[in-house]
Each structure stands twice: as structure tokens, then as C-alpha cells.
């Protein structure tokens, strides 16, 4: 995939108005305040892996509408003191996967804690946790981006970046966990929850989002043929009377609104040759984001970006953030 | 495309062996029984089209759990007695459309009731009835083929095979319906829902299934790659220690256990190019259809089979089997 | 498939310079006259296609040359008084189709003329009009867009434009037709056809035109891949020493210049995803268009463009249009 | 393409039964008969092409219905005793290309002529002569294969096939050619055609035939998607009804009936991973051809055949057929 | 990717004959012992990775010709005695990538050396040894398959099978590896690797090879147009006089052989829709393998496999043959 | 593939700024004294091709680092005196052929010597010429583009340019060439190295580049996804971290820094639809061209350029340069 979008120095400069609804913070706030009549009520459970050097617990907490959800929590099999924690959400179509799949932050020496997709996990990675979807939404097509778009109030990201909220609440719970030193993390879709998470949840201590998707929605769905953004393009395409109306649910969601809240230190990524998630999407993002803020650029990569090359960057940004 | 099957003389004998659970029979007797709980609460609403030879009313009624269901009666305008009623169900990912789309049927001197599809048209054609799935089940892949396979009990197309059967209860209760002349009718998923409630309902008139989806699942997923059996496979490639868990559920909703029940007249299509719902897989449907059985060959099609050839011979049966 | 084309802004200001040779008039007028030494010849059919509602009947003309040429003529089965007739064009591959395949029209009270397609209709609805095409033009590549495209004598399509120019005229005389209520119409190819007789025949109540094709060929080669313009530069890949040639020959047919000689009121509809008649080749014509005029957008289709929403807006058009 | 038919010991003994009707001969016996009324009035051209070491010359020959068809003559600049002759065929969607480009029969010492085939020639090789098609014949879809396939007098092969066989005529007219000593040569389209003309001229000196198109059509529709025999499949996919009426047809144009009628000496090459010809029905041909006979095998190809390693082994038949 | 070979049950029974030269043996025997004059030279380097619980050292050893190849070898950061370690070889075009990505078996407890592969490691994993290539090879295609095909002296995998061999010597020298404990693994290209070091190496603890590569190469040309096994099918569709040549060569380098001559206990992984090493070439090791065996089978998965759920089944094999 | 690159006007403008190293002349010189410290050791052996009209000879020469390389040396059968020679490359992937291939050159009455590809020739036209490879070069991705492209010393195509600038020095040692009279050709890669010739050796008497490949290759990599440019891509998009070092080394090898030194006459092809060689990259070495020079613009074609339309214009373009 060759070069799709805006130059680099162009991208650099590339800060589009936000589509952003008046009530926005008001949703939002209505949306956790709801969630938080349901207690939290997380739980840790060892899972023998046959793996020595780290401890992996099941984790169930209660996400939206106080239904449950899952994860993992790996850690150094020997740790004692309190230990910062790595949040990490997962890419479209994957869930939390298999116990002994993620030991990279353990063995860097934190906690690190993996949260399911509800309802994903059937396409690449396996899942868990079900999706009970909000009544009365109307049709949507095939995958998760159309899920009740009728309104803000049945759109699946609404409960999704409920579960992801809590998900932080979940892990401060831990008695291992250090609860000031939470960072949030992920990439493609996880990296746009962690954006959402870093827009709605004041006090963390990092943020990282790697070539980050549900950015700026409706310049994705013109630019790219790519999935998943596609899904809302396909859906429009069918029903060409909504066009307005989708748009109006998304923006209760567009990664640039949380971007535009945040408050801590972020670690971007992204790849100039991405055509899931087109670079002016990333950099409108990131150029709207409020908090300190770094980014890699890989310019040969599409939506693998910094693959391998990354871990090690992110590993210096946590230290740096966290001090240790 | 060209042939991928058995050869027409082999599909001909194709009669395997039956994937039936033992409690087949009762697993259909206590969904519909539970759905019965809840009133059919039909009601028809006339809508200007614009249209003069033809009257249309929307209508809803009370589906699976009591959920709401649409649809589109299409009548000639001059009607007055009872009419004869071919109820029609959708192709995958499709909905009702809009309400002057399908005038074939009533330009016959038919009444015609196409039910909409919960959760799908967002792909094809509108659609406005959603889904509310079951609480509980896990994950699922883009798409509706998997939506709470877990279960027999959280499985999609149980919601959907109910509101097909309760759309005859619905219709039956029209002012203008002949409740004893109802024809299924039905292509491809349409053809599958159709010959579902063949074996689900025991005073049909006639069954129509053109190159019908949801027949034989294990075998379809081993010789095509075309979606949506597709799903499935792709489901499995990722939850690879569900495979017996998917195909006992699945043994639930495969038509060729519907096809063993049925009693009605039926006219089946086939195309022998079809990668999307092969040859062998509705001639399995077929050689096993326990009433009187007549079926349409297409040699050089795919999965369009018949096109506009089949709506002629489609209205002769139907004569037929009305004497009308 | 993503934008491909000027954004919506330009395009509405998009009016590039015709490519319209000087005896462009003469042309025509010699073709038509040279057409109207052979009489009209037309017969109506009546059809049994056991449909109660309307009434159908086969018609025959003498097209281009005085060849003949089908067509099917819908209407209430019940109509008494003169009705105004809508005039439809086939899309790229193929023909009339089969008798009972087009009930909107006359379901919405109206006469509905469908004019089969000569050579065309193996494609994708079938025809029965051969094309006895013109001695002695030169070799084509596959297809019918360079077929006798060595001159404007022998192109392919001026035998097919003045087949429907004749279509109007044959029409005219059947006994239940209102002759001065003609309204062209038909999508991409079809709807170049409409463009191009609104163009031809000075006294049309109405042009629809949907996301037609044969308008800014060279643009069109240049922009697109998409067939069937891509026919013309797959030719010209080849025969590299005609590309001036054919340009000169298409400039006879370009619906740009047929668009800037129409008076009637039109209904356009274009798609801005759509890589088969890119946007701006409709825009092209839109804006050169002489007559009243209203464009239908479509944002996030491709060529299928605005699919069954387009028949309740083409129907108020129409009322609008004929008053009636 | 990996192995898609029979295996080569399977192919060895591949020898279905010919699809002949019984008036084959006379059919073909009429059809030249007819084409006899007209006289061959070959003229043989002078052409500069700047090259030194062969002559060439533009050949103009009455083909079918008298109608012109051209050619290109090239032979050795120094020759001039009479010269044994290649008469060549092209593969489908090709003509007789530029005066330059075949070298090979004539840097060999023979005369070589190479035909232009009518209506061809925008596809990959440039040609000049058109196709003046009979009246009367139906719609065809894109391309050739379908062109006046209602009946076999208006199928386009037998225009082709008949200019085919006057080409050998034209040749003999020539001063410097050898009228005792002439073969037929061609790959795929060509190597159809070379077959036809060695089934209806007794005193040929050699065929060669390469990948021969056109032989035992109807198991080729029915195992590749291949074209240009998809546009078989693609057309019946469309005109359902008219599956048998187009094989009646092309049952007078399959060269396998023609193999059968052969006598003059034959080398086919044949490549088992060739998917638009696919081995079978070139063995089909091989194995029913009744003259002396010899078959290349190329096991890792597919249409491209033998490629460059074939002129070695034809040049070799050559000498060994015209002992020179 | 549908069932594109043998069913399961003719799979479990397919043992085709082995295409084993004579001199089989001798060439190995020579080839190793020709390496066996350099001496093995390996060098172990600690590498800062950031992470705590493991250690990393940048392993360099002299491999085919005393040519140096590149290595990683993990263990867990405090262990003491003796560790048992897995030697890893990497899938095509892929290199050892960088030091924090292996994590499982050191995690797990064991030493894990993963070897860099000559050449490879610019396509989806970075790689850093280079190959020198031998002398007086001839051309190849893109590629690692046809490199030096001319000969087996001359043959690429002759090169890196060696080096194979060697990393097994050269971990034995690593003060922490527990020298009669070593089991290799590897999937794909790896796991052919691991499988002819299972032929070579007599005293291997295990075995491990999923879905391997490299095995019965003639039938995995025939049957499927994956690559890499299509670069030998690509070659030879142009070098049409080497098909004997190649085969030759290959011969000496069939996982089929190898296998044949294993002793060690083996766990083998195929996947019934694997397109690049179809299940049939996976059963042809297997069931000549000599060896303790068992084989997991994953029905609905293509080329990866068991992907995360093979390392717990790994992981167990190791555990039950290594007895720790 | 419709237009991708700058419109014609912008095209002929197109000048953009040379990545020229401050030591590229002295790379060279270097390169080509190490070269010459071997003798040229040419040897022509006559060949039995059993054409009468040309004689060709098996070539063989010392190229870099005094390896064997192969080529054709193909002439008029009955040439006496000194022959002007066309001294020819290959296109990416292919080799010399086979000895009766070429016969263009000789025909039109001229030596003409087409070199083989050291390593190439087993992917389109066969080849005979290893490439004995720099020892200690890294890792590459399929394919010869990213062969020792870790430093210019080792870079693969430092020996192909090396070999080619002594393929001329072979040629005028034949006792038959007119050592003056040299034009260098080719297409592609062909067009390339012809261009590399033209910047290293002073005294040609012509070149031509048809649409030449190793021209600006970081905009190359940038605007399109075409192989074989998409090699370097690729491997940077695994080999994240050496942009700039593969950047450094193809900046030796940049077509756009040859022609800036080159002086004989030159005729470039470019194809505007071309997206193997876009046409930016090819009018940036134009436009950068030292010497006299003409262009042929194909507007219609892709990387096939100009096709046979071609030699024509050759013909009389090394008419006019060689005066003959």
C-alpha cells in the first residue's frame, strides 16, 4: 500500500474541527454515573499455565449495565510490592485470547492486565465475553461498527467504553496493583479505547495508542475502503437515509473528542502506508490531544506498524512516566 | 465458477445421513410453545406509496420473546374476499426494503406478506427490526452465523425460526388472508427460514425454497469458502476447541431435519454452480423433503439461480398447489 | 470504494469544456433522417404472464436502418384513457429482460415503455434484439463500446440512439398513450440513452437520468478503471495509434453534448463512491445540462446508486413533471 | 494453477464421445460451397519495414461472403524458388499485429503467412479486419464466443473458420509459395482454428496446434472459470433457457469433430496446469485426431504453454513433415 | 480456504512412496563432516532487553562452510543448573527477530535458542545473517526455494540444514544447556527444519514440527498454488527442461527422507484447509516417520495452524519427554 | 490503471532534486578499475538454431569480479564487414532465452548482443548466469532488489551494472562489431542498466530506456505498490530500522544520477498508466538526462509501454544516431 493520505508535513499540521456535540461531557458522565450503581465486584482467579516465571489470574468484573466481563492479570510470579499496571484493550474482532499468550509486561516486571471484547474474540483471537445488547436498536450489518449506531444511547461503543472505564476501577481493586500508576495501552482498536479511557478517566498515569482506530470517523469512512471502517460506509450504502443520523451517534465517540481531554503523557503510533486506520485519522488525534505527547512514525508500514519494533519503545516510555 | 460439487446424477441419490439431536422435536415444541406465551399483537397499518394498482400495510407483530417484528403486506387494491397469502422471508443480511419493492406477487392477484429480518439489513436491503439477542451467550464473528452458538437455547436463527412461524400466525389473522392457503416462501436464507417453518408448521399449502442456505452445515463449511457459511469456518479457525459444541448446536437449526418434517408441496431451486449454498447441500434438503417435491435445476448459475426465469414457474405452482 | 473523484464542493462547479465537433448537429440530423426513410412499424403484442393487474404487451419497431428492435409495454390492466408513457434504456449487458420484470411504472398508473438493447442482453437481464452492425468498420475489443468506433458513421452507438429515438416515436403510436407525455429514463447506460434523446427529440415532458454513463468519455478513461469505460482504454492500450481517432468519434455521442441541446426538466442522481460513471462525469453533464433541473446525491454509494430510494423520488418527479 | 484435471496417464486414455450432428459434413460442405461463388482475388502487397533480411507482404484475400480479409507474408528477402508455407491462426482477442513482429517461419527459410481475424484485434495484437456479422443473429455477451450463437449459420466461427480455410487458398495463389507444401499452425484460438482447417482441407502437409482453444466446449464450461470459454457460461448464466439450443450450435464448430476428420501429419502441446484450455479437452482432440500425430507435454504450465521452447521442437516437425 | 485434499481418513493412511536417491545418506555424512572442519566457534553475548525475568544472550556460531550464523538464546533470568532447551528454527522469510520477542519457553523454565536463518529475515521478521551463497550456482526466481536447485552441492537448504545441525552442536557448548536434553521445534519452513535435524541428529529428546514445511515437494507443486512451494512450480514453468533436474535435487533434501530415518518422540501439527502445506505432505512425514509419534489435527484452520492453542500441547509434550 | 502520477504538463516539468552521494564517481571508478583488474576474456561460440537468415553465437565474458556471464550474439547471416551493435538488457526476473528469441535487431541488419541477468532467469525468460553474491551481505526479501543492499559495496546491483558496462568491452572485441558504433537498450530493468551504461561509459553512440525501472526510487516506493519496487518496500516495512542505510545505498545505483552524465543520444518510452515505472520517476531521469534525447509518451498503457509499436521508432531512431 503506497503513501494514501496527507504528506507528512501536511500531517504534522492536520488538526480538523472535532465533530463534538454539545452534551458530549454530559452523556458521558450520565453513561459512568449509571454504570457505577452496579458495584465493581472484581475477582481474581490463579490459572495454572505451566508457566513459572509469571502468575496469570481470570479476572470477571462488572462492566456495563453491571454485566460481566472478563481478562487476564499476569504478573511476575515472585512479586510482592505493590506493582504498576499496564491496561491493555484489544484490536477489532479479538478477545483477551488464551492465559499464556501476553508476558511481555510481566516480564518487563509489571502488572499487566488484558481486558475481553464483549462479543468480539470470534475473529482472531479468542473471547468470553458476550455483548448483551441494549433493546429495541435496529439492524445493522455484518461486525460490531453498526451495533445499535441508531443512537449514542444503544451504540456498542457506549457499552464498550463503559467496560473499558471500569476496567481501570477493576484492576485498582488488586491488591498487588498499584492504583496511581495505572497506564492504558493498545493498538488499532485498543488504542482507541485507550484513548476513550484517557479522555474519561482523570488520574492515569500513561497512555499509549498505537496507529489508534475510531479516530475521526466520518474522513475514515471517506479515504479508506479499509475494515472496519468500511462497516459504516457498507451500512450507509444500504441505508442512505441515515447518513446524518450515524454521524451524529459517532460523535459521541470519535476518538478526537477524547483526545481533547486527556491529561496524561501519550505514546502514539503510526504508519504512513495504514489504510485501516489512514495516518491524517491518527494525527487529527493526536494533534487534538491534550496531555503531553510523543509519536513514532513508521513509514513503510500500513496497520502493523512498529510490530516487533514497538515494545521496546513502549517499555522506555512506561519507565519514564512511571519513574521506574 | 464452475462445477465444485457432485456431479447432477450423483446429487440426485445425495441422501447422507441426518446431524438430528434426539430432542429435536421437543427443543421446537418448547420454543414455540414459550413464544405463544406472548400475544401475536398483529397489526396492519396502511401506507401511501404512491402506488395505484396495489395496497400496502405495515405491519407488526409480537416474534420470539415478545419482540417486535415487522413487515410489508402488498395486496392488489381491488381486493375483496379471502386471498391466498405467500409469506416470504429474506436473504442473508437483507431486510423488508422499502414498502413498493415487491410487487410481483400481489400484480398476480396474491396477497404477500415479506417478514423483516431482526438485527440484519444493514447489508443488501433496509430492514428496521432489531435484534435483542440472549443474555449470556459468548462471542461471536462478524456476522449473524454465530451470534450465541454456545447454545441451542442462545442461538440466533432460534429467534429468527420463531418469528417466521409466528409470521403465518400473523398473516392468519388479516381480515383478507385465506388462512388456509399460505405458501413459504423464500431464497437462499429466505429458502432456509422457508423450509424451517415447513417443519415447524403442519398446515402449509406450499413451500417454495430457492437455492436454500442453513441445510447441511458441516458438510457446506468442508466445500465452499463462500460466506456466510464462511462464518462458521471462520468462527472455528479462531475458537478451534468449539467445533463439536457448533455443529450440536447447529443440529438444532438444520434444514435438512426441517425437510424430513415437512409435508407440504415444495418447489426447490438449484443451481449447480452455486458456491454459496452447493448443490449437494440442498439436493441433501430435497432427497429428504418428506412431502410432495419438485425441483428447478440451473446449470450454468451461481447463487442467483433462477433470476427472473423462476418467478413464472414459481407462480404455476403456486396455481397449482391453490388451485387458483 | 472510498472518494474517488473532486469533492462535492467542486464538483458542483464542475463544468469542464465539451468536446463537441462542429457538424454535430448535422450528424444527427442526417442520422435521424437517413432512420425516417424506413416507417416506424410498430406492433403491440399482448403477453400472457398470468399477472392480473397490468397488461403487457411485446413490442416491435423498426429501429436504426430499419431494423427491428423489441421492447415491452406495461400498463394498468385497467386503463381506458390516454396515459403518459415513461420511455426506458437499458443498463451496459442487457436487454428487455422478461415480461413480467418491470410492474413499478404501471402499478404507479403509467404506461412503461422498456426498449431492448441490440446485441446486448447476454449480460445480466436477457434481450432478443441482434445488432446487425455496420460493414466495414475495423476490429473491437470485447464489448460494445468500441465496436465500428473507427468512425462516427459505424460506432455502435449511433445505431442504438436512434433505435431510441425511434422508441419515442413508436410508442407514440400506440392508441392508449398520451404522445405528449413522454418521459425518458433509465440508469447508467440507460441512463446516457435518456441524456442523449433529451438531446434528439425537442418535445420530452421529462429526462431521468441515474448515475449515467457516456458522458466526458476521455475524463472517464483517464479516472477510472471501472468497465465499461475501461473497454475504450484497454482498445486504446493496444491500437496505440487511434487514440485521437476514437476521441474524434466519441465526441459524436458524449452525453455532455447532448445535455447542453435538452430542454426538458431532468432528475439526475449521482453516487460519489461510484468508480463505474465516476462523479464527475455526471457533474459534467448535470451542469451543461440546458434544461430545469435536480441532481439526487448519494454520498456513500457506488454505482448502484440510490437503489429502491430512487423510485418514490422518481415517482414525484414524474407527478411533478407530467402533473398528474 | 495447480493440477485442476484429469491426471496425464488419465489424459492419455481421455476419449469422450464427440458431440456430432449428423449433417456435420454438409454443413461445412454448403458452407464453403457458398463461399466458393466468391473468387479468393488475393493481392500481395510490398511492405517497408526497414528490415533487410525478409520481405514482407500485406495480404488481402476475400473471405467469407466475399467479404475482405487481410494478412501479413513474410519470407526470406533472397528467396526465390517456390517456398514450403506457414499459414498461421491468432489467439482470441488478437489480430495480425504489426508487419514486423513474426521473424521466426521466415529466418527459418519458409514463407509465412499469418491471418487477421475478423472483428479481433483490439485485445492484445493489432488487426484491421472487420467482422461484418450476419443478419439476424441474436444478443451476445461480451466478446466473441457468442456472437450469432442462435444458430450455426450465424455463428461467428463460422466466418472465422471458413476465411480460415480460403487463407489456404490465398496462399496457394502466391508466386513463390509451394502450393503442395503447406501448414497450419496456431496456439489456443489459433491452434482451434489450424484444427478446423486441417478437418476441411484434405492436402495439408502438417498441422500444429498449441494449446488448442475450441475443442469439446461443453466440458470446458463446465470445468474452468476460465475465458474466454467462461463467456459460454457467462451467457447461458443469463439466457437459462438456451442451454441446449447453444450447444446444438457449437457442435458444429467443436474441434474435436474436426480432429476426427484430419489426415495430415499433427503436433499438439498440451500444458496440465492450463486453466483457460484445460488438458482434457486438448487431449479429447489429441486422442480422436485421425491423422499421424504427436503431443508436447508441459507438465508445470498453464496457457502460456511451451513458450519459447516450442518454436525449437515445431521447427524440427517442420523439416521433418515438408523433408526440408 | 475449503477441504482442498485427501479426507481425514485416507490422510491418516497415505504413505506414498519416498523419492530417496542412493546416495541419501552418503551426501549427508559428507555434507556434515565437510562442516565439521570448522570448528562450531559459538559465542554467547548478554543483551539488555529491559526485561527482568528472563536473560538474553546474542548467540554466534560458525554453521555451514564455518560461515557465521546468528542466534537468540532466552532462559530464565535466575537459573543455576542445567536447563533443558528448545531449539527453534524460524518460517519462511523470516529471521530471529529481535531479543524481546521469544518469551514462552523460558517463561516456561527451559532454554530457548532460536536460530537465525541465512539469507531470510527480511519479510516478516528481521533476520541478520547473511548467505553466502555457493559458487557456480545458476539463476533462481524471487526467492529461497530455487537458489542453487541445479544441484544438491549447490542447493540453498543444503546450506541451512547444516547450519541446523550445528545450532544443536553449538547450544551443547552453552554451560547452562543441559546437552541431553534438547528438543527442536518449528512451524512451517521451521518445522521442516526441525524434522531434518531429527534425520541427522541421532540423540534429539523430541521433536516438534507444525505444520511443516519442505515435505514431499512434487505432490505439494501439483496440488496447490501456494506459495512458497509455488516457486519451484514458477521456476519450472519457465526453465522447462530442469522438471527432472529439480526434482533430483530436491530429493535429497525431502522432509519424507528425514522423517524415515527420526528416532526421537514427535508431535506434529497439520490443518485440514492448509493451502501452503496441505495436510497431505504433512501425513506423508508423519506416517513415515520412525519415531514415537502423535499429531494434532485442527480441521477448520489453514497455514496457522493451532496458532495460540498449540504451545499448552507443546508444552505438555515437552514436559512428558523430557520428564520435567 | 487509470492515470496515477502527475498529469502530462506537470510530467514534462518534473525535475526534482538527485540524491547524489558526494563519492558516487569515485564508487565508480573504483568499482570499475577493481573490475577491469580481470580480462575480459570474451569467447563467441557459433550455435545451431537451425535459422538460415541469422547466425548466432553463444557469448561468454569475465564480468564483476571476473565471474562468467552469458549472452546472445545475433547477426545477419552473411554480415562481412563491421556491424553496428544494439547491446541489450533484460526486463526483472528473466534471462538471455533461448538462442533464436531475438531477431528484430539482426534482421533489420546489426549485431545485436543481449546479456544475460546474473541469478535472474527463472521467472519469465530463462537464463543461464549465476550471481556469485558479495560475502557478508544480510538479509534480503525475496527477490534481487534488496540483495546486499546493506551497503553499496555489496549491493547486487553493483555487480549487474559492473557486468554490463563490460558486456560492452566484450562486444567490441568481436572481430564482426563496428567497436564504434555501440547503442545500448533495453526495457525495464533492461532500460535501467541501459541507463547505467550511458552514465559509465563515455563514448556510445546511443541509448534506449524504455520505460526504465531504477529511477528515483525512494518517490518510486512511495507512490505505488507495484513490484518489483515494492521489494524495498516491503522489506522496510520489516527492516523498520533501515531506511535511511537502504536510502544511502540506492543512491549509488539511482538511474536519475547515471543520466546526468550520460552524452549519447538517447530515446526514453514512458506509458502513463504505468504503475511498475510511474511516469514521474521516468521523466525525472529524462528530464535529468545530459545528453540529446527524445521521448514517446504512451497515454493508454501500463508497464507494456509501447509494446510492438516500439521497434519502429527504435529502428529509426539508431538510423539516425548510427548514420546507417
Redesign the interface.
Given at each position: 500500500?503506497?503513501?494514501i493520505d496527507l504528506s507528512l508535513d501536511e500531517l504534522r499540521e492536520y488538526r480538523p474541527q472535532r465533530p463534538e456535540p454539545e452534551d458530549f461531557d454530559q452523556f458521558w458522565t450520565e453513561t459512568l454515573a449509571a454504570a457505577n450503581t452496579h458495584p465493581i465486584a472484581a475477582s481474581f482467579e490463579p490459572v495454572d499455565?505451566?508457566?513459572?516465571?509469571?502468575h496469570v489470574e481470570d479476572v470477571n468484573f462488572a462492566g456495563y449495565g453491571g454485566q460481566p466481563v472478563k481478562g487476564w492479570l499476569v504478573r511476575?510470579a515472585q512479586a510482592e510490592g505493590p506493582l504498576p499496571c499496564i491496561v491493555e484493550f484489544c484490536g477489532y474482532?479479538g478477545?483477551r485470547?488464551?492465559a499464556?499468550?501476553q508476558?511481555?509486561w510481566?516480564?518487563?516486571?509489571y502488572a499487566h492486565f488484558l481486558m475481553d471484547?464483549?462479543?468480539?474474540?470470534?475473529?482472531?483471537?479468542?473471547?468470553?465475553?458476550?455483548?448483551?445488547?441494549a433493546?429495541?436498536?435496529?439492524?445493522?450489518?455484518?461486525?460490531?461498527m453498526?451495533r445499535g449506531i441508531q443512537s449514542p444511547e444503544t451504540y456498542y461503543y457506549r457499552r464498550l467504553f463503559t467496560d473499558a472505564v471500569r476496567a481501570v476501577q477493576a484492576v485498582r481493586e488488586h491488591p498487588l496493583v498499584d492504583a496511581e500508576r495505572i497506564v492504558t495501552a493498545g493498538g488499532s482498536q485498543g488504542g482507541g479505547i485507550s484513548l476513550a479511557v484517557a479522555g474519561l478517566v482523570p488520574d492515569l498515569a500513561g497512555v499509549i495508542a498505537d496507529v489508534p482506530f475510531l479516530q475521526l470517523f466520518r474522513r475514515a469512512?471517506?479515504?479508506?475502503?479499509g475494515y472496519p471502517y468500511k462497516e459504516i460506509?457498507?451500512?450507509?450504502?444500504?441505508?442512505?437515509?441515515r447518513?446524518e443520523q450515524v454521524f451524529a451517534t459517532l460523535a459521541y465517540f470519535d476518538g478526537v473528542n477524547f483526545a481533547a481531554r486527556a491529561n496524561a503523557p501519550a505514546l502514539y503510533t503510526v504508519a504512513l502506508?495504514d489504510d485501516i486506520c489512514p495516518p491524517s485519522t491518527v494525527f487529527a488525534s493526536y494533534n487534538h490531544y491534550a496531555g503531553p505527547k510523543q509519536i513514532t512514525v513508521?513509514?513503510?508500514?500500513?496497520h502493523?506498524g512498529?510490530?516487533?519494533?514497538n515494545?521496546?519503545k513502549q517499555?522506555?516510555f512506561v519507565?519514564k512516566v512511571l519513574g521506574v
Open positions: 500500500m503506497a503513501l499455565t505451566g508457566l513459572r516465571l509469571v511476575p474482532g478477545g485470547g488464551l499464556h499468550e508476558l511481555f510481566a516480564n518487563a516486571g471484547t464483549r462479543g468480539q474474540g470470534g475473529g482472531w483471537r479468542v473471547g468470553e465475553t458476550p455483548d448483551d445488547g433493546d429495541g436498536a435496529g439492524p445493522s450489518i455484518n461486525g460490531y453498526t469512512t471517506e479515504i479508506t475502503d460506509a457498507a451500512f450507509l450504502a444500504t441505508q442512505r437515509d447518513v502506508m513508521y513509514p513503510y508500514n500500513g502493523e512498529g510490530g516487533a519494533f515494545a521496546p517499555l522506555e519507565r
